[in-house]
């Protein structure tokens, strides 16, 4: 390895880096590029002690630090372009940002929460990068979950490139460009790294990949978090993974293997990954003390590699500057830091009435009657189950709007092309998407990794990006791999930008039990754990011309939408449906009377719809005059028709798959008790699953989940009451 002396000698004399393989590439920048990567990379350390300072002063809230890592920063940031490229940094990244062209008061407003913050607009912790303008997508606090978001923004350019029909619809979108992505040693733990690497090698995707190792995951040394301690040892045979290895604290170094790295995604040979040493010489964050676990020699060894005093005194030493000339750009950089801190403590906090604003899309308002077609809807054709009538809707829009892709584990027909006219095709493990690859090719049909949280990291880079991610999950019992996806990535997007990013993602989950033989891992009913969930809309249909009309509602919505769909339903006779137009849509939020009643109302959805309706059949020859509201969209409810309905009967059954405790029929009850008390003539009702698992043998099963006779029974009682 050359040192940095003889590198910059070599630089200056033929104007062309020599690599650490003793290989020329493009040319350096002159002496007042490398002044400029000073000053950048002095400007990060001073902004991180500024504001260690005003934290000190109770006038921020928090604070971590990119000390030690400038060198590599400023480097990836030379050889990328802001607004042109892609990027998807981690928390210590100030000094590519920085270089990127973030500026330091936008920096300070973040540290400060205020309103005028471009990251958040005051609402993520400071070093929670994110500049709309930059091409810097929102980052945030869980470590690795931004890797398969970064692989999926470079997969939507890959299948941009793939489809005749949106080639003269692309906007920022390069034949060339990258996408960046950063972590740490310790997110390489994460088991979204490895699948992130593994689409990003099996695509050949451009995505360039930094480790910034400083040796520890707060106070986890390298060797507990990783097998030998080197984990670009273990990722050595990826196949079309270009891997580098470098001293990040040494600038010069840094430089010529960035370059080396961005090239070669440029030229879509495929990914790269750059593993660069650096040092922390700051504690994780303010929250944590590195005295408490490293010694001082340790910290010491560290101090001499200081990448800041490194690079200022290699430019002395090399004569690019003089001692007056630093100490004039240090001045000029702390004045600059000081006046920023002054800008941002006087600024505006965000308003308290702003605080509910962006969980869901402020332009497109899928509960508004554009989406509502449900009452003059034609219907024609032969009457098909709810798998036929999904199958349509996906088909129907896929052919309407080119930017819908659909993948996931077995959604193909057949991966393998060749065998493709010769069998007759997947199409899903309930054949709901029969036939799309056939017709719309296999960039747009695609099967995925069995990763449930590849499926929704990679939709959220590519609904990012413009292109239309309609994915689904193979069962519900499974989602739960995606859940960190979809809780803290998906759902948070929009909201923790401040609007300036969004994710509009359909995911299709088959749900529920009543199966026989489904047994604990095949019949699950979690809903009440997504409908907490703010920013993600919740769809449960009961039948297929609901299903179609809403799933329709749900892709050309502008939010996350989780539309599930009932197992037990997919092939029954009882909901049917002929085929209604193109164009036919269902609101969120519009509930359906499924049944007209004067003594009791039962609130339902999913298949309690069907055994709600049975056992109100067999209480009417017992005089029980029964209505039945199926709910159809669980987030958002429809209040009003709940209360409509209540104010008419007095009396009032909730019944769901879900077990009793703690359930989405709950919240149901707590409302109705808390607001229509007055209209009540009997306490609220539930019918619900054993607070237990869904088991396999038959009778156990019939006990567990609620069955027609048990709202028979609820029925009887809440009108004896």
């Known amino acids: 390895m050359t040192t940095d002396t003889k590198v910059l000698k070599l630089v200056r004399k033929s104007g062309s880096p020599v690599a650490a393989e003793a290989t020329t590439h493009e040319e350096l920048p002159d002496h007042k590029l490398l002044i400029e990567m000073y000053r950048t990379m002095y400007l990060s350390r001073r902004l991180d002690d500024k504001e260690i300072q005003l934290k000190g002063q109770n006038r921020i809230f928090f604070q971590i630090s990119g000390a030690g890592h400038e060198a590599i920063l400023v480097a990836a940031g030379v050889v990328l372009k802001p607004g042109y490229d892609w990027f998807y940094p981690y928390y210590r990244d100030r000094a590519l940002c920085l270089q990127l062209g973030m500026t330091p008061l936008e920096m300070l407003l973040s540290a400060v929460g205020a309103e005028a913050d471009p990251n958040s607009h005051g609402r993520q912790m400071p070093s929670h990068w994110g500049h709309k303008k930059l091409n810097i997508v929102s980052q945030s606090s869980p470590t690795g979950t931004q890797l398969l978001q970064a692989v999926g923004c470079a997969e939507a350019s890959y299948r941009y490139s793939l489809i005749p029909e949106l080639q003269k619809r692309i906007s920022n979108f390069h034949k060339d460009e990258v996408t960046y992505v950063s972590l740490g040693d310790g997110t390489s733990s994460e088991g979204e790294f490895w699948e992130a690497l593994n689409t990003a090698s099996n695509l050949k995707l451009p995505v360039v990949f930094l480790i910034e190792d400083n040796g520890y995951a707060i106070s986890v040394p390298v060797e507990v978090q990783t097998a030998g301690g080197d984990v670009s040892r273990l990722v050595e045979n990826f196949p079309s993974l270009y891997l580098q290895r470098c001293d990040g604290t040494d600038a010069i170094e840094s430089l010529e293997v960035m370059r080396r790295a961005v090239d070669y995604c440029r030229q879509r040979q495929g990914p790269a990954l750059v593993h660069a040493k650096v040092i922390r010489p700051y504690s994780h964050s303010l929250s944590d003390d590195e005295k408490l676990y490293r010694p001082d020699e340790e910290r010491a060894s560290d101090a001499e590699r200081d990448p800041v005093k490194r690079f200022g005194a290699l430019l002395i030493d090399e004569g690019v500057l003089d001692q007056d000339e630093l100490q004039h750009i240090k001045d000029e950089v702390d004045r600059i830091v000081n006046e920023a801190a002054d800008t941002a403590l006087s600024s505006a906090q965000p308003a308290k009435e702003t605080a509910t604003q962006f969980v869901f899309s402020p332009d497109v308002d899928p509960c508004s009657k554009e989406f509502d077609t449900e009452d003059r809807v034609q219907l024609s054709g032969n009457a098909g189950t709810m798998v036929d009538l999904i199958n349509r809707c ?48 296999s960039a747009r049909t695609f099967n995925s990794p069995l990763a449930e949280a590849n499926i929704v990291g990679r939709a959220i880079g590519m609904a990012t990006r413009g292109l239309k991610p309609v994915v689904e999950i193979q069962f519900f019992d499974y989602i739960w791999p995606a859940m960190h996806q979809i809780r803290n990535e998906l759902a948070l997007l929009r909201w923790r930008s401040g609007n300036e990013w969004k994710a509009p993602t359909v995911i299709r989950v088959p749900i529920g039990g009543y199966l026989k033989g489904g047994a604990v891992y095949h019949s699950q009913s979690g809903v009440s754990t997504f409908t907490q969930i703010p920013g993600l809309r919740v769809i449960y249909p009961s039948n297929a011309l609901d299903a179609n009309g809403l799933l329709r509602t749900a892709i050309r919505s502008d939010d996350p939408v989780l539309f599930l769909e009932h197992k037990h339903l997919y092939r029954q006779a009882y909901n049917k449906s002929q085929y209604p137009t193109d164009e036919f849509m269902i609101p969120f939020g519009k509930a359906k009377r499924v049944r007209e009643g004067t003594d009791i109302s039962i609130i339902t959805y999913g298949a309690l719809v069907q055994r709600s309706t049975v056992a109100a059949k067999q209480m009417e020859q017992a005089g029980v005059s029964v209505e039945i509201i199926d709910l159809r969209s669980l987030v958002p409810f429809d209040w009003d028709a709940i209360a409509e309905s209540v104010k008419k009967t007095n009396r009032v059954i909730v019944a769901h798959e879900d077990s009793l405790s703690f359930g989405y029929g709950a919240e149901i009850a707590a409302r109705i008790s808390d607001e229509l008390f007055e209209y009540l003539d009997a306490p609220v009702k539930r019918v619900c699953a054993l607070d237990t698992f869904v088991a396999y043998a038959p009778q156990l099963e019939d006990a567990i989940l609620p069955q027609a006779s048990d709202v028979a029974k609820a029925i009887a009682e809440l009108k004896a009451y």
Do not use: H, W
Request: with cysteine.
């Open 394 to 441: 996906l088909d129907t829009e896929m052919a309407r709007d080119p930017r819908i892709v659909v993948f996931g584990e077995d959604v193909a027909d057949c991966s393998r092309e060749q065998y493709l006219e010769g069998v007759k095709g997947k199409g899903g493990v309930f054949k709901v998407t029969a036939n799309l690859q056939r017709k719309y090719g």
